[in-house]
């Protein structure tokens, strides 16, 4: 059997990945990658712990989490095609509108 | 089909909903398809359910948890027994007959669907009232209609004497209400639940005195939500509201919430003597009191309106000498010939173009047959003259009140019933008997009103002659009605003792002969006066113009409080106002003079030195601080996610040292 | 070591090597490939750790929708050549730090708590219904009302997703 701490330790592994790469990144494309990531390393400590105390409840968070997930990545990449049809670009820096 | 009784409330919540968001912009008079559809499921449903709980059956019906913590846990929960499927039944079966007499009534009003938005929400929380298995819920039921009575009062809110009974009722009921919070505050307090089965199980380990203190308290909410002494002075202004709203919330359903909730609560007001004895008294007196008003009234619905006030009065005399089931009958015949008296009254408003001065009116029946003759019915059942309704129901409290040695107040119940009767019938020969009074303008359109509204009131004619005989006796001394009702009103055991010891002094026979004697003497006097006019009225009242005078005015009782707590209030809020002008106001500007000699100080002396360098330097020192901080502001969304995730970071640094240190 | 640690070894860190090379392409196009490969082998330790059903999920949502989405959308905007864009050296060096220290504190919590203690309770009872009917099961009478919600929430991200991403001027 896995040890539970493993399972953990590869989620954050995941997680800070995905938070490295939403960080650093300037093109959106990647950072919303990234943020998908971060949410796929919860799914995986949600299993871990399910498995662990032999609870399945955790794997229907699991699937909650895929389904704001996947109503993220629409929203989001909408906003993409919707920020780029004004400013032509994709690159985050140009995402600037937050200083007015 | 016990188990779907949580559906009943549902079906106006959806009513309500459905009507509140689209009903002004889209559905305009349509909706009443959507509010008499909503009642008639409910009633529907009400009817199969009271037919499982006549077959023996009761449910408590768990919808799902409401508060939890470590000291109150409340669920949302329904609670079917005999009791709440008897008043699931008059409340439903009233509310559909007035929401399709309404459908007439209301027709060209340009407020139609807001009008029966409020109706559906009514009864949903009047259901909520009816079912809830708890204080918590029969309290959210209790404030929704309050809430839902003060829309439907001041419904038409341009008239200033339209809001002004609206607040005029809902402020009155706050102190009704703050003492019903504090009864329950009591309650849990002691017991740890306000749950109706955990509260009535472990009653009897309560102090007698913590539960008259109670009861009392709870007793003070009833009196506000159903108008007795001291609290009823709201009750004859709510009639601003459309008639249907007082037909249905101010005489059938809402009112009796009061009375609902004693005779629910009859394990712990069997507990505590003095509270019973209080209930008693003030019912008789608001009985006496409102009848007596009743009789020097103009205003068709203000009669009725005082009577009502009057008969919730009986209504508690009956609870309050321990014949809970006979004050819930009362309140079940009550509701129909209330209901009635008022749907006819409206329909009556209707004709005469919102006239409603009885002087102005005479020989109505020539012009509307039916709205006459269910009002007379009506009336027969309010004066109490058998076979009618209210006969049964009254005669059953006064009985009880003399079994149980409450004498001086058997004796002032059975005059009411005298002055109930000739009020009634001062009104019924006034309005549509005798000579025409009617200005010429009204008369040339009068006209019986149309199918929707007449309906109804032969519906609920019939109601209010037969719903009598459910108190028939059924084997030997308890009658149909209180068999039925046995399981959940449990009698008071000393009260029954003097049940049995007094009642061969005087046989029952004796007592009715006695009070349908006295009825009738009522009628014969309105008969006299009003419609022979042996006696002249209008001589009387200047003979006896004081008396008049008195009662016309309504024993000043609306100047008295005024005197006695408004205008204090204003008073007080008059002397808050000097206080502030010359206390808080002298401070200030003695403040201000005091900062004005300093400030001339300073000028002269530290401001060239101290004051300018000090803010020089402190603009310097922002000044470089600015030239800092706004690079944090970048306005560039990656930066913001970087400085997100540092302060993740530094929680979870804190969390570790909390951890390892 | 068993087959299952062997399985779940090699998938995480084939995992992990993936989520990296995600994160560090230039071009969009490989990052998003490299993504679905990623999806696959977290899909894979899922299966390891007694959740078919979520693994089955897992490949059909994100490898399948999201990334398929994110493909589509990378194609749609392709207005100047993202992989030309340079990245700030010194929001790259904190972001890296940040997530190292985050990695290492989490784990010495996770140590801390929980060590010695091994996944795979859920396998035995699992084994008796089957994972899909459990989860199916308890989603359908327990869950039922987050799972409206949750419907709910994609209508509502959906109507938002055409309402952002429709062109104003065609109105």
Known sequence: MVPLTHVIIFSFIIFAIGM?????RRNVFIVLMGIELMLNAVNIALVGFSSYLSNVAGQIFAIFVITVAAGEAAVGLAIVVAIFRNRFTVNIDSFNLLKW | MIKYAWLIPVFPLIGFTINGLFGFKYIKNRA???????????????????????????????????VVTPDIQAKVAFYIDQLSALMLMVVTTLSFWIHVYSIGYMGHDPGYPRYFTYLNMFVFFMLILVMGSSYPLLFVGWEGVGLCSYLLIGFWYERESAWKAGMKAFITNRVGDACFILGMFIIWYHLGSLDFKVVFEKAHHLDPAVVTIATLLLFGGATGKSA????????????????????????????????????RSNVLYNMAPLSLEVVAVIGCLTAFFAGTIGTAQFDLKRVLAYSTVSQLGYMFLGCGVGAYTAGVF???????????????????????????DMRLMGNLKKYMPITATTFIIGALALAGIPPFAGFWSKDEILHHTFTTGHYFLWFLGTLTAGITAYYTFRAVFMTFFGKERIPEEIKHHLHESPKVMTIPLIILSVGAATVGFFGLKAHGETSYFAQFLAPVIHAAHEHGAHAAHHEAAVPASVLIALSVAVGLTGILIAYIVHLKRLIDPDEWVKKLWFIHKVLYRKYYVDEIYFALFIYRVLDLAYIFWRFDQWVIDGIVNGAALLTRFLAWVTRVCTEPFVVDGAVNGASYVVDLSARVLRRLQTGVVSNYMLFIAAGLLGLITIYVFGRLF | ?????????????????????????????????????????????FVVLNAELLAAVQVLVYAGGVVGLMLYVIMLVRGEDAS????????????????????????????????????????????????????????????IFPFEVASVLLLAAMVGAIVLAKNKLER
């Open chain 2, 32 to 66: 009443h398809y959507i509010a008499v559809t909503a009642l008639g499921l409910s009633w529907l449903f009400s009817t199969l359910v009271f037919i499982d709980v006549l077959h023996g059956k009761t449910a408590e019906i768990v919808l799902f948890d409401w």
């Open chain 3, 1 to 45: 070591m068993s087959w299952e640690q062997i399985i779940f070894y090699l998938f995480a860190a084939l995992a992990v090597i993936f989520a990296f090379l995600t994160v560090t392409r230039r071009n969009a196009v490989h990052a998003a490939l490299c993504l679905i490969f990623c999806f696959f082998f977290i899909a894979g330790t």
């Open chain 1, 20 to 24: 490295f790469g939403a960080l650093s």
């Open chain 2, 330 to 356: 009362h309140l079940m015949t009550h509701a129909f010939f209330k209901g009635l008296l008022f749907l006819a009254a409206g329909s009556v408003m209707h004709a005469m173009s919102d006239v409603l």
């Open chain 2, 228 to 263: 007795q002494i001291p609290l009823y002075v709201w009750l004859p202004d709510a009639m601003e509201g459309p008639t249907p709203v007082s037909a249905l919330i101010h005489a059938a359903t809402m009112v009796t919430a009061g009375v609902y909730m004693v005779a």
């Open chain 3, 84 to 143: 030309q864009v340079k990245q700030a050296l010194g929001q790259k060096i904190i972001a890296a730090f940040i997530s190292v220290l985050l990695v290492i504190q989490i784990g010495s919590i996770v140590y801390l708590s929980f060590a010695g203690k091994a996944t795979g309770r859920l396998a035995q009872e699992m084994a008796r219904y089957g994972n899909t009917e459990s989860i199916g099961t308890l989603l359908y009478t327990k869950y």
